[in-house]
């Protein structure tokens, strides 16, 4: 129903920033809340950020609050997540996903139906 194919991501320095796409295809893009996850080696699948239907609600994890933005361009089927003041820590391969509704478990990876195939962020120190 919905595939979705992440680009954007690449090697930066701590401090800097990088701006991830989630292009998506299909009729029901616009009818889904969309999130990013990241996961690293050895550790489960981790929350990052979520966005409602409309773009008007958004959700952070405590690790990446007041530095990452999610949005959303439904005319574009596309979500974004910009990632400022970048930390070694943030290394991971960031996946996008899609659910059918907002749900109060938004930071659940079991909650989402569809995946992208993750691009990976590097960042040095």
Known sequence: QVQLV???GGL??????LR??????GRTFSSHTMAWFR???????EFVAAI???GRATRYADSVKGRFTISRD???NTVYLQMNSLKPDDTAVYYCAAD?????KYDSQYQYT??????????SS
């Open 6 to 8: 992440e680009s954007g």
């Open 12 to 17: 930066v320095q701590a401090g800097g920033s």
């Open 20 to 25: 991830l796409s989630c292009a998506a295809s």
């Open 39 to 45: 996961s690293t080696p050895g550790k489960e699948r």
């Open 52 to 54: 409602s239907i409309s």
């Open 74 to 76: 439904n005319a574009k």
């Open 100 to 104: 059918m509704e907002w749900s109060s």
């Open 114 to 123: 569809y995946w992208g195939q993750g691009t990976q962020v590097t960042v």
